[in-house]
């Protein structure tokens, strides 16, 4: 470990101008590059002494004797006034404003709750317990410890905290419980949902065949309608969805006709323009909605139905229809299949039932006849074959004996001559068939 003082020297209007304050430069051990220092004072002997302390804090902290300048810093520092730093960067990743504020509120609680003024506060125990006293659900509370430990994490990557004190808390097992309380609308339903709301049948209608969440009707305008295409779709812009990218929807005729009535007359700039003027109603008018339309809010499973359940008719129609599951998640734009299946498919309106009735009987009878209905012989390996080593008329096809019928190796099917049932037959059930060998003892030739 060596260094030097030194005070730094520039060049100002052609004239080499010295600095005032000394600086320093050490070379800690096992380096080759040497590292610049500011001491901040004019004196040679306080400027010596503040380098000393540098290169020994710098070679302590290298040899992990003592934590980072930055970390030491940290743990003193009252949590709530890094907070601001932590959501300033979720804002410069582009985060969705709903969640940046709802991670905030997150954090502040905890924080206010656990009474964690600094790093030093804060420990494994004290969100156990906070966390056993709350009376919510375990798929909130698994919410919270993961906000908390992205904060951490977050403190943790910028060298503010040593580590993520609540890094070996176990999430609650969610399983068995419902992640989404929610249904979709039967088709009766949605019928009775147009008929009684005439002023927004446009935007229920555009919500169950395109599946768009509210936000992104709130921000369509006419200019995303291209109905004068040959095949009319939708232009979701990347801008407005929640995935970030946009794609091009297919239009339903249905939707088509009801557009072409609400679109703006010629010379209107439709860039500006919104689809939908007054947006998606609110959940408490789209309650108001379905009780004017006699649909009960929660049915009798105790599932809700929001704005959002028209999202989820959009994915079980397309199941019911027979639609292949890669196209049901790319129309609806999930990154994930498990999304689609299990949360955005109501299996309540899958025809179930019609899947169990179309499932063939069982019994000796039944297989027998549909066996005959075939016309074709079976190719289960458990059933014995017989076969002959009699050769054909061209003197190298093989007849295969079964149910009555004679196959060639073409598949060539006659009936049996009565010569052939003096034949002797071999019952071996070999899947590839050959001639029987010889006897045992018997002669070659």
Known sequence: ??????????????????????????????????????????????????????????QKEKEGIIPPKSTRYGIKTPLIEMLPDFISELKTLRRNSRYVDSTES???????????????DVSEDDFLKWRSEKEISSKALND?????????????????????????????????ESEENRRALTEAELVRLLEANPKRRLIY???????????????????????????????????????KKSMSMPLHQDLVMELVKEMPSDGTNIDSVPVFERGAPRNRQFRKDLEKAGIPYVDSMGRKTPFHALRYYFATMMARSGISQRLVQELMRHSESRLTERVYTDSSRLPTFEAINSLPRIGADCVESRRKAEDYPSNNPQEPVKWSPKLSSGGRKLRLRRDGLAVDHK??????????????????????LRPPGPKPGALPG
Not at 10 to 38: A, H, M, P, T, W
Not at 146 to 171: C, G, H, Y
Not at 411 to 432: A, Q, T, V
């Open 106 to 120: 997150k954090i502040r609680k905890i924080l206010d709750e656990c009474d964690w003024a600094t790093f030093l």
């Open 411 to 432: 598949c060539n099917r006659r009936e049996l001559s009565p010569s052939d049932n003096k034949i002797r037959w071999s019952g071996r059930k070999d899947s590839n």
């Open 1 to 58: 470990m060596s260094g030097f003082i030194f005070k730094p020297k520039r060049k100002k209007n052609g004239k080499i101008v010295c600095s005032k304050y000394y600086s320093g430069r050490i070379r800690l051990d096992g380096e080759k590059k040497q590292k610049q220092v500011s001491l901040k004072t004019t004196d040679k002997q306080v400027a010596e002494k503040r380098l000393r302390e540098i290169e020994i804090e710098l």
């Open 205 to 243: 209608l555009m919500a169950a065949y395109t599946g768009l969440r509210a936000s992104e009707l709130n921000r369509l305008v006419w200019s995303d309608v291209r109905l004068t295409e040959r095949s009319p779709y939708l232009l979701v812009r990347a801008s407005t969805t929640k995935n």
């Open 144 to 176: 919270y410890l993961a906000t908390i430990s992205q904060f951490f994490n977050w403190l943790k990557r910028r060298k503010r905290v040593p580590e993520n004190p609540v890094m070996d808390v176990r999430k609650i097992d969610t399983r068995g």
